[in-house]
């Protein structure tokens, strides 16, 4: 049973940037699928953006965070990060990190896609 720890939430005023870093014990996490989701208070979870397994060459991104956010893994490390800029008010809400061990030839976002999760990173944007 892998155990993901995110890291690198905070306080930022709107238009600031976050790093958030998300490191996985016990699993190899080269093989595998990951993504970051986010949830507001009163809100669903929302897929943010994901990264397909190996190197990570394909990622896929929600269109509300498409050219200010970037995912990415250094599986050496065991450690996925997601590069925040640009952040807006209407983005503090928890972030977490997930892990699907299935293999999958698209890159999902619907939380039930992922079979591991972190306990979360909190980040919020004062406007």
């Known amino acids: 049973q892998p155990e993901l720890v995110e890291s690198g939430g905070g306080s930022v005023q709107a238009g600031g940037s976050l790093r958030l870093s998300c490191t996985v014990t016990?699993?190899?996490?080269?093989?595998?699928?990951m993504a970051w989701f986010r949830q507001a208070p009163g809100k669903e979870r929302e897929g943010v953006a994901v990264i397909s397994d190996g190197r990570g060459y394909n990622t896929n991104y929600a269109d509300s965070v498409k050219g200010r956010f970037t995912i990415s893994r250094d599986n050496g490390k065991s450690t996925l990060y997601l590069g925040m800029s640009s952040l807006k008010h209407e983005e503090t809400a928890m972030y977490y990190c997930?892990?699907?061990?299935?293999?999958?030839?698209?890159?999902?976002?619907?939380?039930?896609?992922?079979?591991?999760w972190g306990q979360g990173t909190q980040v919020i944007v004062s406007s």
């Open positions: 016990v699993y190899n996490i080269g093989s595998f699928c």
């Open positions: 997930a892990l699907r061990t299935r293999a999958t030839s698209y890159l999902p976002f619907a939380p039930s896609s992922y079979d591991f």
